[in-house]
């Protein structure tokens, strides 16, 4: 992954599935009340138990979890929340142990991280297999249409001027095209962007974090960004569609300890994923990250938008 919040959540996919040991948290308890922990307590109800939502440090998770936290809580179901609390290792540990009960995840990187050999990449089959992967004590609810994953994006004025709807529309103009994305981006998906799209692009070069910028200012015409990236928003860029499946699903999903939740908090969480899908998700996140308002606030606005806060 590329971005450095998915180096410390998602983490690189090998090292993980050696089980290397946890990072990005403070102490040796996570969930010890350290600064990066933030907690609420929500009403009663439900089956008077009550469900722990946690999320990774960063930002667009903990936006996430506040999703979960305060659509539970309009249903009744009592809630604390345990925000920033660390990588997936961590968090993982945490659900298994009971001291957390739900998490916003990201099915195919999980996946990846409890198999490393997996090939699915669709949304069914990744679910498919997670549901045979994961312990008995821990499940998945319904995955969103939201996706944080790579993409092939472009500016409106060339995706207007070429008439770029998906990837496989680039294949008669790529060798006039520029390519940006982090520096590992070209060695990972040169040779894949061929043999599936019969892409070659005329020059590849690595932006790294700034691939919005530059297709925004032209230096690149293609450029490797994540959907849920705000300035895809701000930019006003265009993610093309990849009806090859080139990059996996990413699509966000609750898990959750099957013994922290009952039919009311089930039907609470996926009335969230129904609702959730990748642009919302971007447009969030631009209020999020650009104009610096606090994550529950904007998770407020959009529960009570979609008729679920």
Do not use: H
């Amino acid at each position: 992954m590329q971005r450095s919040r998915r180096a410390v959540v998602l983490g690189t996919l090998a090292a993980l599935a050696l089980g290397a040991t946890a990072c990005g948290s403070s102490g040796d308890n996570p969930l010890g009340g350290g600064p990066s922990a933030t907690t609420s307590a929500g009403g009663s109800g439900g089956s008077g138990s009550t469900v722990v939502v946690g999320s990774a440090n960063f930002p667009e998770n903990v936006l996430l979890g506040s999703i979960y936290s305060q659509a539970l809580k309009a249903k009744g179901v009592k809630v604390e929340e345990k925000f920033n609390i660390g990588s997936r290792e961590v968090l993982y540990g945490q659900l298994q142990s009971g001291n957390l009960t739900v998490l916003p995840e990201y099915n195919g990187s999980l996946l990846a991280y409890l198999d490393a050999k997996t090939t699915a990449v669709t949304t069914q089959d990744v679910n498919a297999a997670l549901t045979k992967t994961l312990p008995a004590t821990l499940g998945i609810l319904d995955s969103s249409p939201a996706e944080d994953k790579d993409s092939l994006s472009v500016s409106q004025e060339t995706a207007d001027k070429y008439g770029l709807k998906s990837i496989a529309d680039l294949a008669a103009k790529a060798g006039e095209l520029t390519i940006g994305g982090p520096p590992e981006f070209k060695s990972r998906r040169e040779q894949q962007l061929k043999d599936v799209y019969g892409l070659t692009f005329k020059e590849w070069k690595p932006t790294g974090d700034a691939t919005a910028n530059a297709l925004k200012d032209g230096s690149v015409q293609v450029g490797n960004v994540f959907t849920t990236d705000p300035k895809i928003v701000q930019y006003k860029l265009v993610p093309l569609a990849d009806p090859k499946d080139i990059f996996g699903a990413q699509n966000v999903t609750p898990l959750v300890n099957k013994a922290g939740v009952d039919a009311t908090a089930t039907a609470a969480l996926n009335a969230v994923s129904a609702k959730l899908d990748t642009a919302g998700l971007t447009a969030l996140m631009k209020r999020v990250s650009v104009d610096k308002e606090d994550p529950s606030t904007v998770a407020k606005d959009w529960l009570k938008s979609n008729g679920l806060g």
